[in-house]
C-alpha cells in the first residue's frame, strides 16, 4: 500500500518517467512528421498534454507539501 502523502523513491520515479513520457508522445504528435488522422492528433497531443499537466500538477503538489513539512 502506498501512502500518497509520503511516497517512496520508486514511486516518484516512477511518476516523473510517465510524465516524461506524456510529453514525449506530445512533442511527437505536434511535429507530425507522419500524417495523423483528426481524432489520432486530438487523443495524441490534448489527451496526453491533459494527462502531462495533471502529472505535473500532482508533482508540485507533492514539492509543495515536502516543502512545507520542512
Not at 516524461?20 to 500524417?35: C, F, M, T
Amino acid at each position: 500500500m502506498i501512502d500518497y502523502n509520503h511516497p517512496p523513491l520508486w514511486y516518484c520515479v516512477l511518476f516523473v518517467v510517465y510524465t516524461a513520457g506524456l510529453i514525449s508522445v506530445v512533442r511527437k504528435g505536434i511535429r507530425r512528421r507522419h500524417e495523423l488522422s483528426s481524432g489520432s492528433y486530438v487523443i495524441k497531443v490534448y489527451g496526453a498534454g491533459f494527462l502531462a499537466l495533471l502529472a505535473l500538477a500532482g508533482i508540485a503538489v507533492q514539492i509543495w507539501l515536502a516543502y512545507r513539512k520542512s
